[in-house]
């Protein structure tokens, strides 16, 4: 399972890196924009997408669009990490096609709660 | 924002209505004069009251226009800021405005939140596997111990867990005070708490001194728009800059709007009603 951080805070990528390898995925690698994160996901053989929403360059929602729009990555799971909390932007995001959605500030098992029930489906 | 600065602005306006009502005192008499003409029938007289009135009024206008101007400089100087809000006293650059200082400021903070977070992070990655060492060897002992206890262990066994004990003993000291040492230096890096509190509290005021200044520029400008007869329609359009509902606003800080989820539990029920 190899999973991409991608979020403009290295503190908020160290974290969810800790949280993740907690979990047991030990595979990851870090982007700090969707602009870097898109040709490392179409070049890197990724599993799964955590993605911050409010970055500079390309954010995240311009980010779920173009996995979604790419034939190859199409079918990504992709969770949001993000402090954007308003009725829009999730109705938004749920629409532009993502499996999950955190908001910040969250806590270790609220993250294992969401990739876990995204795994669920995907086996399901 | 010293006081001094606002006594200085708020005298601007004293002398502005002293001056309205001796002024306004010079156009009464002119008028009773023209009223006292009229009455004589003096009519040469009147024509004369006419253009005195007349004169003094255009001189009151010049007056006030010429008042109010020089406060409309007083208050776009004033926005120069200076002194009295200095977010810092080490500033080598006089130069400097007081904004660019203040980007400064935030940015000294953005890094020594950064640093914290990194040095926190530090200590708590080099800490997780001395304490999963001493869970896993401390659980190991424990089934041995066990087994001692039930009398389960040979002579051989015993000897080797006496060893290991033994070992265990020097490892969980040496660990223990490894992991002090890192919750130690993990509580020092909060000290940025204090400093960044400093700073925004400073900028928080120097953002409450520009709206002031602001306030009062528009002040004097309504009242020049007032004297002058600029008159505003009310369905003038405002110039207002289209922003995307979803676009990125960062944290919420009040959680209590209509538009805003609360919590984890407002996004699941959201989301749970969109069907997922």
């Known amino acids: 399972m190899k999973i991409l951080i991608v979020d403009d805070f290295s503190t908020m990528r160290r974290i969810i890196k800790n949280l993740l390898r907690d979990l047991g995925f030990t595979n990851t690698a870090e982007a700090d924009d969707g602009s870097t994160a898109l040709p490392l996901l179409q070049n890197g053989n990724f599993d799964f997408l955590v993605t911050d929403w409010n970055m500079p360059g390309m954010t995240g929602i311009e980010l779920l669009k173009a996995v979604r729009a790419d034939d190859r990555l199409k079918d990504m799971p992709i969770l949001m990490v993000t402090a954007e909390a308003k009725r829009e932007q999730i109705v938004e995001a749920a629409q532009a096609g993502v499996n999950g959605y955190v908001v910040k500030p969250f806590t270790a098992a609220v993250l294992k709660e969401k990739i876990e029930k995204i795994f669920e489906r995907l086996e399901g | 924002m010293s006081d001094t600065d606002h006594s200085d602005m708020s005298g601007a306006d004293q002398p502005h209505s002293a001056t309205q009502s001796s002024d306004w005192s010079e156009l009464k008499d002119r008028a009773r004069n ?134 265990f003993l020097v490892f969980s000291g040496d660990s223990s005070s490894q992991l002090s040492e890192k919750l130690n230096t993990i509580l020092l890096a909060q000290d940025f708490q204090d400093l960044t509190g400093q700073v925004i509290k400073r900028v928080i005021n120097l953002v409450q001194d520009v709206e002031e200044r602001l306030v009062e520029l528009m002040r004097v400008a309504g009242q020049v728009e007032e004297l002058t007869g600029i008159v505003r329609s009310k369905d003038e359009p405002i110039a207002r800059v289209e922003v995307s509902p979803i676009a990125a606003e960062g944290p919420q800080i009040d959680t209590e709007k209509e538009d805003v989820v609360s919590g984890q539990d407002d996004v699941d029920d959201l989301l749970s009603s969109l069907g997922f």
Request: net charge negative.
């Open chain 2, 34 to 167: 023209l009223v006292a003409k009229l009455e004589s029938g003096d009519s040469s007289g009147v024509h004369s009251a006419i253009e005195e009135l007349n004169e003094a009024r255009d001189r009151n206008i010049y007056l006030e226009v010429g008042k109010l101007t020089r406060g409309l400089h007083e208050a776009i100087v004033n926005f120069e800021l200076d002194g009295g809000v200095a977010v810092g006293s080490d500033d080598s650059g006089k130069n400097e405005s007081q904004m660019t200082n203040a980007q400064d400021r935030l940015d000294y903070v953005i890094n020594l939140t950064q640093n914290s977070a990194d040095k926190t992070m530090d200590m708590v990655e080099e800490g997780i596997p001395i304490a999963t060492e001493l869970k896993e060897r401390s659980r190991a002992l424990k089934v041995d111990w066990e087994r001692l206890q039930r009398r389960e262990m040979d002579p051989d066994e015993f000897r080797d867990l006496y060893k290991r004990i033994d070992q």
